[in-house]
């Protein structure tokens, strides 16, 4: 009986060590969840190798060809997934913004240009003494990113445009860029953008700049971008509406 006991008391310290070695932070798991790489300020220079030594399935993993009940994904598509921009099998949210051919032509994406440093614990700043300052609530991304490219196509502070693009796009032919070698040509600078490959694929089809300014808008409000002073034909009194906007781009988004 006293052996019994004693064997059990050792096994429990076994158990005991054993949870304690699995929750300090210098085993794998926990450790690269708390490695240093997720946090300001090495996540700030972080490159996409060093994140995909980890995390390589962001980009590996791929939607299910069908749905439990059978159904083929491609047969189950999303109303912008029947747009003419929209190409190829479906794929996942990484993957359409890192290794799509779309992706690929128009855009150069880090993951440190969505992913800017969250917190494994609360996702949230200041509920403690020791929480990250300065994460965003609860999400692992700054989602003013998205509004970049995923807001509704502004037409109000367009001059001469009257209506939403699919109403009024007849009476420009479709075209943007007639108006835009006039307007705002100081654009896309930013290294998450291929500013040529953009322009070029713009003057193929203007579907493919109403693809990043009202084609995908995930959101109900417009993004108010940088406006950058422009050479020619710049107006020189601002309108009312561009008071007060940003005319520089972050530091974050040139470096
Ligand atoms: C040493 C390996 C390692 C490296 C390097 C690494 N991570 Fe992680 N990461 C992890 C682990 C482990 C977790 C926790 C996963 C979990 O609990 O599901 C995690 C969690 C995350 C999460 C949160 C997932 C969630 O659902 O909460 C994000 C986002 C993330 N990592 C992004 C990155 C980015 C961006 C980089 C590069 C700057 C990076 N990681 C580098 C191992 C790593
Ligand atoms: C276009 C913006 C964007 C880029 C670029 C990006 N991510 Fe993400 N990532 C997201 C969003 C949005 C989520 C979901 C975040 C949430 O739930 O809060 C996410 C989630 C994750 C997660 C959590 C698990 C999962 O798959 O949902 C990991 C890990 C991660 N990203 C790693 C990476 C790595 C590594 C890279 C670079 C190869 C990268 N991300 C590039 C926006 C991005
Ligand atoms: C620089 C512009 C840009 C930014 C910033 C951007 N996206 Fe996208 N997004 C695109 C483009 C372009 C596509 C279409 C890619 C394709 O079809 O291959 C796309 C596609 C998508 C899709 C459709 C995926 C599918 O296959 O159904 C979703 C959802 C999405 N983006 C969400 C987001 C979110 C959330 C963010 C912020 C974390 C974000 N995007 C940031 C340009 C952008
Ligand atoms: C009739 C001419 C005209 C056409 C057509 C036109 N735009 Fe514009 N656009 C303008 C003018 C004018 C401005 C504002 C110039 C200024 O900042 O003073 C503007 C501003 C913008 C802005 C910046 C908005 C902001 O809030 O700063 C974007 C983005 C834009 N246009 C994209 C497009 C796209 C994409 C198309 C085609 C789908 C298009 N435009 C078609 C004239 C036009
Ligand atoms: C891959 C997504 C994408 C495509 C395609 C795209 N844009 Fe943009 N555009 C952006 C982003 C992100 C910004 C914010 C950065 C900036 O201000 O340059 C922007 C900004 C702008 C601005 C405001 C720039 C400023 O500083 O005054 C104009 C105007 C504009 N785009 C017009 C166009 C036109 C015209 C086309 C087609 C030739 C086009 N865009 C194609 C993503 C895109």
Excluded at 79 to 93: I, N, R, V
Excluded at 97 to 111: I, S, Y
Excluded at 199 to 217: F, L, N, P
Aim: proline share 6%.
């Amino acid at each position: 009986m006293r052996q019994l006991k004693l064997i059990a008391i050792a096994a429990l310290c076994v158990l005991a060590w054993v949870s304690v070695a699995a929750d300090t932070p210098t085993s794998g798991y926990r450790s690269a969840t708390w490695d240093p790489i997720h946090f300001k300020p090495a996540i700030e220079t972080a490159t996409d190798e060093q994140c995909l030594t980890c995390h390589r399935e962001v980009l590996e993993r791929r939607p299910r060809p069908q749905t439990i009940s059978g159904e083929p994904s491609g047969e189950l598509l999303a109303w912008y997934q029947t747009l003419d921009g929209y190409q190829g099998e479906q794929d996942t949210f990484h993957r359409r913004h890192l290794v799509t051919p779309e992706a690929r032509r128009l855009m150069d994406f880090r993951c440190n240009t969505c992913h800017q440093g969250h917190d494994p614990k609360e996702e949230i700043s200041g509920s403690a003494d020791d929480t990250q300052p300065g994460i965003l609530s609860r999400r692992s991304v700054d989602p003013d990113i998205c509004l970049m490219c995923h807001g509704q196509f502004d037409w109000k502070v367009m001059a001469g445009v009257a209506g939403d693009w699919p109403e009024v796009r007849d009476q420009f032919k479709n075209d943007c860029v007639t108006c835009h070698q006039e307007y705002r040509t100081v654009r896309h600078q930013l290294n998450f953008l291929d500013a040529g490959e953009i322009e070029q694929a713009g003057k193929e089809s203007s579907d493919s700049c109403y693809g990043c300014h009202g084609g995908r808008a995930w959101y109900a409000k417009p993004y108010p971008y940088v406006r950058r002073p422009w050479l020619e034909r710049m107006p020189e009194v601002d309108p009312e509406w561009a008071r007060g906007r940003q005319t520089e781009y972050d530091e974050r988004f040139t470096r």
